[in-house]
């Protein structure tokens, strides 16, 4: 018998702020399929998707068959983003690389588009995924009323109300905020790495380093040189004869 999820009391988000927004260029853009004009707004909106999952993703990591599928109208956008959270490279890339608190909370993020609320919902979800396993986690998830209402069938997910208008800084991006590896494998894999310079590195402008002929390359070459004069003569009136310095002229 499986474990009932467990009650958590939501908190003030963004997202559950209803207000009116004025679009702009901080909004997130919608990709769903009940506006698409053409082949190329679909393979943006594979793209979209993509993105918000793997946050990016390589050629071996997409998923070809689903995208097919996509393509050809059998699944929906739920049915797609489904494929992706259930794919080998998702689960290699968070889910064998995190406790199951923080794969919890990246798959929330990507899946809802808001932060967990609290320790509570993150162990709800966790002991979803351990009694239930990935795919029961995924499964409910998808089956949220929450999520349903949200984005639906038709919907790529999105951070939802990460700029409010009142504000002038918004809410760090997920992948930003939820790196893909947590404090303990950063260190196993030998980063962040801090590396000292004891040499301060000058930076010029592109327009105003030298081109060739300019005299300033030769700056250094002419200091290298080092001239050395002729020392001038020291000499006293009394040492000099005038009878013999003077010439004289014979008639």
């Given at each position: ?10 908190i003030s ?32 909106l ?7 999952i ?15 599928q ?5 699944i ?16 290699r ?9 923080r ?6 993020q ?5 932060d ?5 919902e993150?162990?709800?979800?966790s ?63 030998g980063?962040?790495q ?26 250094s ?9 002729n ?21």
């Amino acid at each position: 018998m499986a474990i009932p999820l467990l009650e958590y009391s939501p908190i003030s988000q963004n997202q559950r702020v209803a207000s009116y927004e004025v679009p702009g260029d901080e909004q997130p853009r919608v990709f769903s399929t009940e506006n698409l004009l053409s082949a190329t707004d679909l393979d943006i909106l594979i793209e979209a998707a993509y993105r918000q999952i793997f946050f990016h993703a390589f050629a071996a990591d997409r998923e070809r068959f689903l995208e097919s599928q996509l393509r050809s109208g059998q699944i929906t956008v739920r049915d797609f983003i489904r494929g992706l959270l259930l794919s080998n490279t998702y689960k290699r890339s968070f889910y064998d690389l995190n406790s199951n608190y923080r794969f919890v909370e990246q798959t929330v993020q990507r899946v809802l588009g808001r932060d967990v609320y609290n320790n509570r919902e993150k162990i709800a979800w966790s002991i979803v995924v351990a009694t239930k396993g990935i795919k029961g986690f995924v499964d409910d998830l998808l089956n949220t009323e929450e999520y349903l209402e949200a984005f639906g069938y038709d919907t790529v997910p999105y951070q939802r109300r990460r700029v409010l208008p009142g504000r002038t800084e918004g809410e760090l991006p997920f992948n930003i905020k939820s790196p893909r590896y947590d404090a303990y494998h950063r260190g196993q894999l030998g980063f962040p790495q801090v590396i000292w310079q004891t040499t301060v590195r000058s930076y010029a402008a592109p327009d105003r380093k030298p081109t060739a002929g300019n005299p300033a390359l030769f700056l250094s070459m002419a200091q290298s040189i080092n001239p050395q004069g002729n020392v001038p003569q020291r000499l006293s009136v009394q040492n000099i004869d005038i009878e013999k310095s003077v010439p004289y002229r014979r008639k």
